[in-house]
C-alpha cells in the first residue's frame, strides 16, 4: 500500500511539472524598475535611482528547455546602468542534457552561479528590478550568500530555479507565485502581486 502511494506521488509531480511546462512563453517583456517596500515612494524613475545606488533584478531568460528564472544584483550608476552585476540562481551544475533530464525525477547536484546567457539581453523575457538602500541590499546579498551556500541540488518539480528565486523575494517580504509556472510567468506574476 505504501509503495502504491509512493508512485502516486510521484507520477502526480511529474504530472504538474510536465503541465507547467506546456504553455509557451510570450515575446519579450518591458523593463519594470520599482522601490522597495521600505524606500520612500518617489514619482520619478531618475530620482529613485539617485536615492538608491543598489539594485536586485528577478529575471528569466529564454532557453532550449523552458527558461531560467534567477536574480541579478548590484550597484547602479548615475545613469541607472549596473555596474558589474552579480547573478545568482539555481541550475543543474552539469551541461549534459541528460543530467538535467534526470534532475526531473531526482535531485542531481547544482549550481547556484552564472549560467550561460543570464546577461545577454536578447535572452531576457521578463524582469522587475527593486531599487534598494544600502541597508537593504546588504541584508539580500547575505541572505543570497547563505543560500547558496546552503544549496546543493536541483530537482525540477520541488526544488527548481523558481523556488530558489522566490525565497529570496520571500526574504525581501514579497508574496511569490507557484514554482510550477514558466520563468517568464512566474516572474512576471511575482511583479504583479507585489506592485499596484
Request: glycine share 6%.
Amino acid at each position: 500500500m505504501n509503495l502504491g502511494k509512493g508512485r502516486l506521488s510521484v507520477m502526480i509531480l511529474v504530472a504538474c511539472a510536465m503541465a507547467s511546462c506546456q504553455t509557451e512563453d510570450k515575446p519579450p517583456q518591458p523593463r519594470f524598475t520599482s522601490s522597495s517596500k521600505s524606500s520612500p515612494a518617489t514619482t520619478a524613475a531618475a530620482k529613485t535611482v539617485t536615492a538608491n545606488r543598489y539594485f536586485i533584478e528577478f529575471r528569466s531568460r529564454y532557453a532550449l528547455s523552458y527558461g531560467h528564472t534567477y536574480v541579478v544584483f548590484g550597484r547602479l550608476d548615475k545613469s541607472g546602468s549596473p555596474i558589474n552585476p552579480e547573478v545568482a540562481g539555481l541550475a543543474p551544475a552539469s551541461h549534459d542534457p541528460s543530467d538535467y533530464v534526470l534532475g526531473h525525477f531526482v535531485p542531481v547536484p547544482a549550481t547556484t552561479g552564472w549560467t550561460d546567457g543570464d546577461l545577454e539581453e536578447q535572452y531576457r523575457s521578463a524582469s522587475w528590478r527593486v531599487l534598494l538602500t544600502q541597508d537593504e541590499y546588504n541584508d539580500v546579498v547575505a541572505f543570497i550568500r547563505k543560500q547558496q551556500a546552503a544549496s546543493k541540488t536541483w530537482e525540477a518539480t520541488v526544488n527548481n530555479c523558481n523556488a530558489w528565486t522566490g525565497e529570496i523575494a520571500r526574504h525581501m517580504g514579497y508574496k511569490i507565485p507557484g514554482i510550477w509556472l514558466r520563468p517568464q510567468q512566474f516572474i512576471t506574476q511575482l511583479r504583479e502581486m507585489n506592485t499596484a
